[in-house]
């Protein structure tokens, strides 16, 4: 790896590891590549969820609206039954010997600790992954900002590798 990036000059090799650490666009793809990859068989759960829960009925009884209160309750209760399945996901994958989520494997990149560039285990990674989304809930722009952080971090990480103590590397073929 040390060859390769004296001759190119977008590779960047971690100093701690002596691996080539994973661009941001690759990390940014394989992040959409595995939302899609979940997001269908959540949207399936969660419509199922709301057809059985939904009031079948069709007589004309006075239905109230959804107050303000019922309708925030209702959206966390939500959120929550999603972040179950992407925790999961994540943790099992990305916590892996592997260290690679199905949009990771797509683009030869894996998560590894940044200590010891061993596997991050599953709560590890489950951790890096709930700390993406208190980032996300706390007004968005964090998330933001933590997603954009490798483009300007020496080891290419962002907050929420920081916080895990992982780097995202170049797998090795």
């Known amino acids: 790896m040390g060859a390769l990036s004296n001759q190119d ?3 960047r090799v971690d100093g701690v590891l002596h691996v080539a650490l994973a661009p941001w666009w690759k990390r940014f793809l394989a992040l959409l ?28 009884t006075n239905s109230q609206p959804l107050t303000p209160g019922q309708a925030v309750v209702g959206f966390f209760v939500l959120f929550v039954l999603a972040s179950i399945p992407f925790s ?9 010997n592997r260290g690679q989520t199905l949009g990771k ?4 990149i894996a998560v590894r600790d940044a200590r010891t ?10 951790g890096r992954y709930y700390i993406t989304i208190v980032f996300y809930v706390v007004l968005v722009i964090p998330f933001i900002i933590d997603n954009l952080s490798p483009l300007w971090d020496s080891r290419r990480q962002a907050w929420h590798d920081h916080v895990a103590h992982s780097v995202v590397v170049e797998r090795k073929p």
């Open 33 to 60: 590549i595995d939302s899609m990859a979940l997001s269908v068989p959540v949207f399936i759960f969660l419509a199922i969820l709301g057809a059985a829960t939904s009031n079948s009925t069709t007589s004309t």
């Open 9 to 11: 000059p977008r590779v």
């Open 117 to 126: 560039g061993g596997p991050i285990g599953f709560w590890r990674a489950v």
């Open 105 to 108: 494997m797509a683009l030869g």
């Open 88 to 96: 999961l996901y994540y943790g099992i994958m990305n916590g892996s």
